[in-house]
């Protein structure tokens, strides 16, 4: 009824088209339940680890599984349908598997479109190899030797510049390998255990950010050396950094408590990497946003001392298995294997100090986040169920049960508002918002089936 | 449940019912309690709500009993109700573990054989509800898909089974449809090259017959004639003499028309065993067979049925027409036997004519083999070559007791060179031998006493059973004693002949004997018996009051023994481990807390059986240990009990 009346304010101009978006966004969000209509019939025989749809049509989901297979679905049009039209089945477009002569011999750890076109994509795996596929000849186009497991590999989604597919691995090391040139542009050192994670800011295409089985989350700037930031979880800030337009007034005033302790304690974090950094960089991190006359004078009187031990600083007690960034790049989720999650501002690098309910989390392998469009909640796969916690309070606000076994990733698909989950249970499952107005036109003709499901009282 | 009961009012009800009929130790839901739960859950949604959160609370109950009485309620209610399936398969998956037991750290409680059945009816529900719900709910299919394809659990598989059966039998009949199409398109072909054959062999057989006809008339009659015309005149004669006449017709074969009655038996057979038997099967095909062209159906039909007949009538001239004809079994799975058996009677009959017309006899000879014939295959052809023989010769009494001594060999191809006493060439087998292995001597001869050697053949003794006589002494019940023992029955001495009522019956024997011996004793005899007969019921009577006695003091013995036990339990109840649970029970359901009889209850399933420990405490207590245990005990175990059992209470 009330979409009705807000379609009505749209129309006549006093709800803005973009809020009414929002609005229509969220609460197909908040309705998200298991898909009856929607069946991706997966074709792994292990664990799905990997799921990520295409980032320019929206149309093609790519998955990456245990079995060293790696398949693509349509998710737009269904191949087969099953029970007169009810259940829409989207069977793989194709496959590629250890049968493959250049296809992956174990585990694929992580499998990522290229971020332009779906013409590429690439496929990390347990036995040490990176492969960039050819979608349309489902061939390999170059691959990289790792000197380990690959457990993660991303690509900028804003990149203009450069092609370059970061790779965490076992090794310490980060590599940044360059489909262009077919060679490892860069090698990212300061990770002291293999790295779980690894992630592109969506506000920078230079800026890294990666996780490790040594519980530091580090922001390398790639276009210098040696890192830039470590996170501590002990640095911390309360709550969401105000509105830019409320954060001036507030600079202005310094009457904020929290927001100039957490200010003046970042200027501590930051300023030793400073110092290793070369000396005009305030004008390349574009994410920085702080007065430049608070960070010369914080740059004075830093302490050498600091490095080392800044350096040596956690996000997490154990392994970081899973970051996210917000699509708007402020913030930053990441899941540990001490079972947190920790949102942290991006820009200060301070622990944000959301408790998030989270019970358990899958500790021994790397989790794949996703969040909304607009940041408002994130979505963990926490053992058997997948939980989506509001990004700011923490809170539960729906919990998706349906794996049997434990859930390694989800992607979340803004377009359709789609959540895509993948478990050890080989299944790849389709959470989408309850039939509501949208689609009230394609459920009279499946009205003749549904009479069916009724009920059916014989006595 | 109390503090359950005052959060939602409405659905107290409901909730009381589901706990009612879960609390059960019957493999069943008490149906009218299930009627009424149905009832008031239909009634309204709140209701359907309630009662979906106390069966699932139920579920979680750690006593397989409880979780089998819920299951089957929940299919009741998931088979009916929209919105409890919707509730329901939100988490299916807990519903799943609980039920199927399929995580490894949540393991199906005890009894374990309820918790079998229960696992297998939660399988067999779960593929019920997809088969009928399936489409319409994403979880289920993924339950059933993980169960089926990653847990590789066993399905019942229920529809699969049926469709593949009806498959099956449809693809079946399409064949043999096929087949019989063929076959109708083949006869459609062969129809009269078919009947042709057929016409033939009738034709013959029925030239055949009239020239053993004409010689008859012709050739035997003359003699009679001439005699009967001179001797006999009265019409009993005639009569007489026109019987032994068609006698005589039935029977006459010898060297001269020999060859005719070996043709007309040859063509009997062919025209029973062949044309018959093809014309049985055209007219079942026909009638099977599903063709458009009706007119060619229907005219080869009548036709056929009209050959048949013709066969039959034909068929039973020959039989008429008295020469022995060979019994020709229908089947035609005993072809290969069929040669066999006739084989050897072909040889006696056509010894018969040789020993001066002894018609009688050849023809008892035939009428023995075709009644041993159909006999066990296996000693067929000893036996038949002994009537044979017996044909031929006259002397059979001498043979006979042979015969009776003889033993019965198995069949066996060494029958085939049975009494020969020759060499064997080797390599002369019809086959063809090449040299792979060097150089084949055709001439290679096993000697005969090699082949008598390869002969030998071993038979096993086999013991022959005779029956083992009942014992038949009488019984006090009434009736004879049915035990077989070999020399003496354990109750009734050693085992004597005995007449229908029980009596020894070599006891008159004895007494003829006597009176053989001692004639004249016989009265004294008959007294002395009758006096011993007397004693000896007296004797019984006497011992049969005295078990009598025995047996009704024996009775009273137990009676207060029970009594004594029933006291000491009594005593003792709410002090062992054991009873503990009833008397909670019990007080718990506001029945008379010292019920002496053990009602069955879940807790009485999930314990296990009596110690010798439990007994021996419950000898031990006296009253006042009783009392101070009671006390210490009830309250441990009240706890425990209600925590293990939280919806009992």
Known sequence: MSMW??????????????????????????????????????????????????????????????????????????????????????????????????????????????????????TGSYDHFINVWDTNTTQVAVNFKMPGKVYRTAMSSLSMSHMLIAAGTEDVQVRLCDIASGAFAHTLSGHRDGVMTVEWSTSSEWVLMTGGCDGAIRFWDIRRAGCYRVLDQSQSQLGRRPPLLQRATVNKASTSKSSSAGQSSSMKTRTPQRKIANGNVSKQFPISRLPAQAKGSMRQRLHPGLLSSQDRATAHYGAVTGLKVTEDGMYLLSAGSDSRLRLWDVESGFNTLVNFETVRLQTSKMIQLATTQDSSLVFVPCMTAVKAFDVWSGKTSLIFRGHYENVNCCWFSSQDQELYTGGNDRQILVWSPSKSFVEEGKDTRKGQVHSVDEDNWSD | MEERDGE???????????????????????????????????????????????????????????????????????????????????????????????????????????????????????????????????????????????????????????????????????????????????????????????????????????????????????????????????????????????????????????????????????????????????????????????????????????????????????????????????????????????????????????????????????????????????????KLTRTSEEGVNDSGSLKDKLKAEAPVLNWGSFLDNWGSNRDVLANQRGL?????????????????????????????????????????????????????????????????????????????????????????????????????????????EARKREIDKQAMKRAKLAKVREHNEAVLRDAAVASTSRSMVVGDLDATSDAPPMSKSKKQTLASMLRNKVTAKDRLAQRLLNTRARDATTRQLTVGEDENYREAFPNQW
């Open chain 2, 8 to 382: 939602e009012g409405g659905g107290g009800k409901v909730r009381s019912l589901i706990e009612k009929a879960t609390n059960s130790i019957s493999p069943e839901v008490d149906p009218r309690l299930l009627k009424a739960i149905k009832f008031l859950v239909r009634s309204s949604d709140s209701e359907l709500r309630v009662a979906y959160e106390t069966l699932m609370h139920s579920m979680k109950t750690n006593h397989s009993q409880v979780r089998y009485l819920s299951l089957l309620i929940i299919d009741e209610l998931f088979m009916r109700s929209k919105l409890f399936r919707t509730l329901l398969v939100v988490n299916l998956d807990q519903l799943l573990s609980l039920s199927v037991g399929f995580r490894r750290n949540l393991p199906l409680p005890a009894p374990p054989a309820i918790a079998s059945t229960l696992r297998l009816k939660a399988i067999e529900f779960l593929e019920k509800w997809n088969a009928s719900f399936g489409f319409h709910y994403r979880q289920l299919r993924l339950g059933v898909d993980y169960l089926k394809n990653t847990l590789r659990l066993q399905f019942p598989n229920i529809q699969a089974n049926a469709t593949r059966i009806q498959q099956e039998r449809r693809e079946r009949e399409l064949r043999t449809r096929e087949i019989l199409l063929n076959k109708f398109e083949m006869l459609k072909e062969n129809f009269d090259s078919i009947k042709s054959e057929i016409q033939l062999t009738v034709d013959e057989i029925g030239e055949c017959l009239d020239i053993v006809r004409t010689k008859e008339e012709n050739m035997p009659l003359d003699p009679i004639d001439d005699e009967g015309f001179e001797e006999f005149r009265s019409s009993e004669l005639q009569q007489l003499r026109l019987d032994s006449l068609k006698e005589a017709e039935k029977v006459h074969e010898n060297s001269d028309n020999k060859v005719v009655f070996d043709t007309l038996r040859e063509l009997y057979k062919l025209l029973v065993s062949k044309h018959l038997v093809a014309v049985h099967e055209w007219v079942s095909v026909l009638v099977r067979v599903e063709v458009t062209d009706h007119r060619f159906r229907d005219s080869a039909l009548k036709e056929f049925i009209d050959i048949r007949n013709h066969i039959r009538s034909i068929q039973r001239k020959c039989e008429e027409s008295g020469c022995a004809l060979p019994k020709i079994k229908d089947d035609d799975e005993e072809d290969i036997w069929e040669e066999g058996k006739i084989e050897p009677f072909e040889k006696g009959s056509s010894s018969t004519p040789n020993k001066d017309a002894r018609v009688l006899s050849g023809k008892s000879t035939s009428n023995k083999v075709k009644n041993e014939a159909p006999e066990s295959s296996n000693k067929s052809k000893i």
């Open chain 2, 432 to 540: 063809e031998l090449e040299g792979h292995w060097g150089r084949v001597d055709y001439d290679a001869v096993i000697p005969a006493k090699k082949i008598a050697e390869l002969n030998v053949h071993t038979t096993v003794y086999k013991e022959e059973r005779n029956e083992i006589q009942p014992c038949r002494a009488p019984l006090s019940k009434g009736g004879l004693c049915q035990r077989r023992d070999l020399k003496i029955c354990p109750f009734h001495g050693p085992i004597i002949p005995r007449d229908d009522e029980g009596k020894p019956a070599n006891v008159n024997p004895t007494l003829g004997d006597n009176v053989l011996d001692l004639g004249t004793d016989l009265v004294e005899e008959l007294a002395r018996k009758a006096v011993k007969n007397v004693r000896e019921r007296d004797k019984e």
């Open chain 1, 5 to 122: 009346k807000k379609i009505g304010d749209r129309e006549t101009g006093r709800l803005c088209t973009n809020r009414f978006a929002n609005y229509v966004r969220s609460s197909r969000v908040s309705s998200l339940s298991l898909s009856n209509y929607k069946d991706i019939v997966s074709a792994h025989r292990g664990s799905v680890n990997s799921l990520q749809v295409d980032l320019t049509e929206g149309r093609y989901l790519l998955s990456g599984a245990s079995d060293a297979s790696a398949a693509v679905y349509d998710i737009q049009q269904a191949t087969d349908f099953e029970g007169s039209g009810l259940v829409a089945k989207h069977r793989p477009l194709f496959v590629v598997d250890k049968r493959h002569e250049h296809g992956h011999k174990y585990a694929v750890s992580s499998a990522i479109w290229y971020p332009i076109d779906t013409g590429v994509f690439i």
